[in-house]
């Protein structure tokens, strides 16, 4: 008679393990009991799931684990042990490193050892275990990915190749029926309506007409046979395979397919006009007078005159411009070549920069002036807030105007715009 197998029940336990806050405080004896009793209950009431919360939380805490969290986080949970689980959560709630007390009391017990190691190094050597099977997840994860994006796709000229082939799918037909004598001409086929009954675009269009280019030169050739006495051998040789090829077509059949062929490749350059023609221009992206001129090298302000600039974005579109040279004493002032009558701000009006060099002003009349008191006469300039009552100052100066020549440099001031 066999005996009934013995069935082993597992009881929760009630008694929750205690607390390592004040384990600093215990007789080796009490750590080595609380230690132990902690393990068991970790080991019976807790699963793997539970042991890799507790190493990850010990792991975002540690200095030196912490970069390691995502791969060791990629590990399954069947590579978190009850000792290491229950290591990381005693140690995370409190329980030292190494405790001076148990270690005595474990070499003072019969049959032991040597000193037990500091818990750190026992949670380290399973760590790097499980890094390591992490990092392999990780790396096999980057190669599936890979290979995913590595799978063929088409190329934009794959697809319209496809695309042609369905196009000309009608044209290829009726070859195929002249060919076996089902019909006798092509009047039916019309190649421009088909084509645009498909949507052919210009894309199609050049590629038919690439595929069906080598056929018209073969019936031209057939239509008007070349002088054999100019060829090499190898073009006779080339020009009778030609004939022979197309030997069970009369000169009149020829002619149809050739004319065939020139309305094929006509239709296919009538929907390239038509998408030139109804192509939308392509917008010039405006740039800002902000973001033209804020490389502008000019000078701020000047403390022995007192006066500091305008804001550079002023310059674009302004009817003037007056600027001082520090360094020379020469106070200036640019007319626009192409102003706005309305004064809309109408584009391609008003002066303009590039780099360093005012464009669109008049050379002739924006000209230099030396002044002789520029403390004083820069202070009337300030007062002035338009540009007759500043032309109105500027023919009371008695110095010789120089025309200028448009460059900005770190010596300018921005004195003012109209």
């Not at 080339?238 to 397919?257: F, G, I, M, N, P």
């Amino acid at each position: 008679m066999a005996r009934r197998k013995t069935v082993v029940k597992r009881f929760k336990s009630t008694n929750l393990p205690p607390d390592f806050a004040e384990s600093k405080d215990w007789t080796g004896e009490q750590f080595s009991r609380a230690k132990d009793h902690a393990y068991q209950y970790y080991r019976l009431e807790k699963k793997n799931a539970d042991f890799k919360k507790y190493v990850l939380e010990y792991v975002k805490a540690n200095d030196k684990w912490k970069e390691q969290y995502k791969v060791i986080n990629k590990a399954p949970d069947n590579k978190f042990n009850s000792t290491l689980g229950a290591l990381c959560k005693l140690t995370t709630q409190g329980m030292p490193d190494v405790h001076e007390k148990y270690n005595e009391y474990w070499e003072s017990l019969p049959g032991t050892t040597g000193t037990p190691k500091p818990n750190h190094q026992y949670i380290d050597k399973w760590l790097t275990e499980i890094a390591t099977v992490g990092e392999t997840i990780v790396e096999e994860k980057i190669k599936e990915e890979k290979k995913e994006k590595e799978v063929w796709r088409p190329s934009i000229q794959e697809r319209i190749r496809e695309q042609c082939s369905v196009m000309v799918q009608d044209f290829e037909q009726a070859l195929d029926d002249f060919a076996e004598g089902k019909i006798k001409d092509f009047k039916a086929i019309k190649p421009l309506q088909r084509l645009r009954q498909l949507q052919c675009k210009q894309p199609h269009a050049r590629n038919i007409s690439g595929f069906y280019t080598e056929n018209i030169k073969e019936y031209n050739e057939l239509l008007n046979p070349p002088d054999t006495s100019k060829m090499s051998e190898v073009e006779i040789d080339w020009a009778k395979q030609l004939k022979e090829a197309y030997s069970h077509y009369d000169k009149r059949q020829v002619k149809k397919l050739y004319d065939f062929m020139v309305g094929i490749i006509s239709a296919c350059d009538a929907i390239i006009a038509e998408s030139k023609a109804n192509r939308k221009p392509r917008k010039i992206a405006r740039k800002s007078p902000e973001k033209l001129t804020e490389k502008l090298k000019y000078k701020i302000a000047d403390e022995k005159f007192a006066i500091s600039s305008i804001p550079a974005f002023k310059i674009i579109g302004a009817t003037c411009l007056v600027v001082f040279n520090c360094k020379n004493r020469k106070l200036g002032i640019y007319y626009t070549s192409m102003e706005d009558p309305t004064g809309t701000g109408r584009e391609g009006s008003g002066l303009m920069l590039k780099g360093q060099t005012l464009q669109r002003f008049k050379e002739k009349e924006s000209v230099w002036y030396t002044l002789r008191k520029p403390m004083d006469q820069l202070q009337e300039v300030k007062s002035l807030n338009t540009r007759k009552k500043f032309e109105n100052w500027a023919e009371k100066l008695t110095t010789t105007p120089t025309m200028m020549n448009g460059r900005i440099n770190p010596e300018t001031i921005l004195i003012g715009v109209y």
